[in-house]
């Protein structure tokens, strides 16, 4: 499998485009006219770049308002088409990309149309060329791949071919089954892109919204699968025309795309079998089975003010480390680790972000095949060397620069708690409040990353996301979309933060970016755990009563009830299959917090609607403590 991307895709010039495109593993490129007019030297010297980078030109583009003009508009189109011919001949590439017209003196008709097709192809045979026609999905009379493939099998030219492209065909909701008619050897190219899906004017989605397959909600999948099954064996190409990444790091842009692509192959070869396209190996999605535990990188000061909030909580300080000073405290299946070692990642996470969660370990199937799949999906992965006694536990890096690890239940994995923590006796616990496991880990980023953060898990796991909610924060807008497996073991939720005044944004701008932001535990009965929490001194987070005065209005719950969930400061929400209780902790370091929920029934999301009552109460309590004037 050949991939390649589009210059306009990214940012910068030609040079720093190439290199990020190069550097991410890419085989060539498709040139956009602009970015070589504009650039400082003959099409000669942008072949010449271009392949010293060991990119080939996979395609030129665009070629538009061509076909079913009238005389005199007709002839004059074939010398413009020359022109790029030449053009094309000094790059070094062969293929051309014929866009649909939207020429208002445009003529319908497939078979003049392809008369003019089977013209320039005569034109481009004549010096060794190749023609791609491409439904536009705002072309003038042809804005559907069929009538695009029916031109060109009328033209009935080898040199040209159709080229589909996932967002036309997926935007104008047709059906990607009906690709699989077309024979393989008659596609001249393959352009791929995805686009969350929002109701607005075709053209202006397709130039500002199109994003990498796996970041959007269209089934580039399906398309995919379609296309894998014609028989087509050529390039790959993401054609994303996005504002955000026109503005982004090219490097970033560039390895996601590739990521995408080799996720999304990844994908097709597995639901199409004996397809021609070849894959780099990989383990299958991975199944992850919840968040195995988070660690703590903190001074001996903020230990021992987690250790008390903790306690609070109904954690027990459950095991010390054979040879760190690092402890692992537990509740049910819940395991914290605070690390307050000098010397190590956890030490330097410190030394950067002061108090954070600079480790998530992760529940899967097999902790060596999930690290293997991100290795060969371009994660960074991460090595320290283990201690005398420590086990290697297989981890990448995650957002904000935190560790992700994987565990399993193979043999030297599972014992890890047992191999390297020394058990011990708390005396100071308090009683144990009823939490069970990890519900949710909750990152916080800028919105710039969320998508690039997003496409890693969905790749990395088998997971689906939900759609993006919007969270009004006193400070401006913060976006929040949950990524979750089909069971709901395993729940992560990333928050993007447009601006530095919100909760979130502060939190990131505060902590250096550090990445988790909240932690998330179950219970069977949060109003029996909130009374064992009050008995422990707990301090919820200030609810107003204002907010218990509008439950009553929203829901048909019982007086006594809501004044239950008023007294223990309990958010409740309800959807059609369930409810849900929330409670939080008071925001602690620059801006963490832990969350308790009971999911009752199948209650599927995160509690969204109480989200700006909680951020308003968090952020009233993070403000700075003004000093009075003497
Ligand atoms: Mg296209
Ligand atoms: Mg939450």
Known sequence: MKTSIATVSLAGDMREKLAAISAAGFDGIEIFEQDFIAFDG??????????DHGLEIMLFQPFRDFEGLPEPLRARAFDRAERKFEVMQ?????????CSSVHPEALGGIDRMAEDFAELGDRAAARGLRVGFEALAWG??????RDAWEVVRRADRTNVGVILDSFHTLARRIDPETIRRIPGDRIAFVQLADAPLIEMDLLYWSRHFRNMPGEGDLD????????????????????????????GSPRTIAVDGRRSLLNLMDRVVRAEPGIAIQVPAMPPPVVGRGVAFVEFAADDREASELGSLLHRMGFHRAGR????????????????????????????????HGLNICDVGLSVADAAATAERARVLGASMFRQPAGPGELDIPAIRGVGGGILRFIDDSSDLAKVWETEFRPVEDETAAEAAGLRRIDHVAQTMNYEEMLTWALFYVSLFDVRKQPMVDVVDPGG???????????????????????????AGRFIADSFGSAVQHVAFTTGDLLATAEILARNGF????????????????????????????AARILYDQDADGHFLQLYSRPFGDGIFFEIVERAGAYAGYGGPNAPYRVAAQARLMRPVAIPKT
């Open 90 to 98: 000094e790059l070094g590439t062969d293929l051309i990309l014929v």
């Open 220 to 247: 580039v999948t399906s398309f995919m699968r379609a296309v894998a099954a014609t028989g087509y064996a050529g390039p790959l190409s993401l054609e994303v025309f996005n504002d955000q990444f026109r503005g």
């Open 321 to 352: 480390h054979i040879s760190k000073a690092v402890e692992l405290w537990q509740q049910g299946g819940i395991r914290i680790v605070l690390n307050t070692d000098p010397e190590g990642f956890a030490h330097s996470s410190h030394t950067v």
């Open 539 to 566: 301090e919820p987070l200030p609810i107003p009563d204002n907010y218990y005065a509008d439950l009553a209005a929203r829901f048909p719950l019982d007086e006594d009830y809501v004044d239950r969930l008023r």
């Open 477 to 503: 807008l913060v976006r929040s979309q949950a990524i979750e497996s089909p069971d709901g073991a395993l729940r992560i939720t990333l928050n993007g933060a447009e601006t530095h005044r919100t909760f």
């Open 42 to 51: 003959s099409p000669r010297d942008v072949g010449r770049m271009v392949r």
């Open 140 to 145: 003038r009379h042809v804005y559907d791949h």
